[in-house]
């Protein structure tokens, strides 16, 4: 099997559960407001919206497995469910399983709607505009916020950062940038000498061949 075969996989299926969350939340609100309901079977549209979100959640697992089992970053149990656990884009990482732990509580008090007070299903369901945010802040800077570099041939991004700035460094490892170099007394700023770092990103895991 070719070694990148799971790293579409996690990716492709993190779009795809975006996408349908996307779908569901915009169906939901259709069902809400009861703008389709003289044109289309109100049970049909619930079937459909809870359909979306249950194939959500079936692409949101198919997206935990393909993180478990790709080998470009390691992901174990922590980093897959514990928030600021993983070493590679905490930040964004984060946001995803914030969003997962939102789509579960969405999805299982759905399922026990008719068991539950009705103001606690509603109070959950509300929940389901914070899981959208969260989802698309993860997918955004984890797949699509480097689009327009690796559209134009970059590979690898580069930031100069003048020491100690605890509040820089934190921001770019945050978005997956990692220490790559450190020259010291080689930046003046506010009438002394500093220490400069260097962080890197790789953009694509696979290296182009050169032209």
Not at 6 to 23: H, M, Y
Not at 31 to 44: H, K, M, N
Not at 94 to 122: D, K
Request: a positive charge; one cysteine or more.
């Amino acid at each position: 099997m070719n070694s990148q075969v799971w790293w579409f996989v996690a990716r492709s299926s993190g779009i795809i559960a975006w996408a349908l969350l996307t779908l569901s939340v915009c169906w939901g609100l259709l069902l809400s407001t009861r703008l389709l309901a003289r044109r289309v079977s109100p049970a049909w549209l619930l079937d459909l919206h809870r359909h979306l979100s249950g194939l959500a959640v079936v692409f949101t697992g198919v997206h935990l497995v393909g993180l478990v089992a790709d080998s470009y970053v390691t992901f174990g149990w922590a980093e897959l469910f514990i928030p600021m656990a993983s070493s590679w884009k905490p930040g964004a990482v984060a946001f995803g399983i914030v969003a997962f732990y939102l789509l579960l509580a969405v999805e299982i008090t759905s399922l026990a709607m008719r068991r539950l007070p009705r103001s606690l299903w509603r109070w959950v369901h509300r929940s389901s505009f914070a899981l959208f945010g969260f989802m698309g802040v993860a997918v955004w800077a984890i797949q699509m916020a480097w689009i327009p570099f690796w559209a134009a041939g970059v590979v690898n991004a580069y930031a100069g950062i003048t020491l100690p700035n605890v509040a820089s460094v934190a921001l770019h490892e945050s978005l997956g940038f990692s220490k790559v170099g450190h020259y010291p007394h080689v930046g003046f700023k506010h009438g002394a000498w500093h220490d400069v770092g260097w962080w890197g990103l790789r953009l694509v895991d696979v290296l182009p061949m050169p032209p």
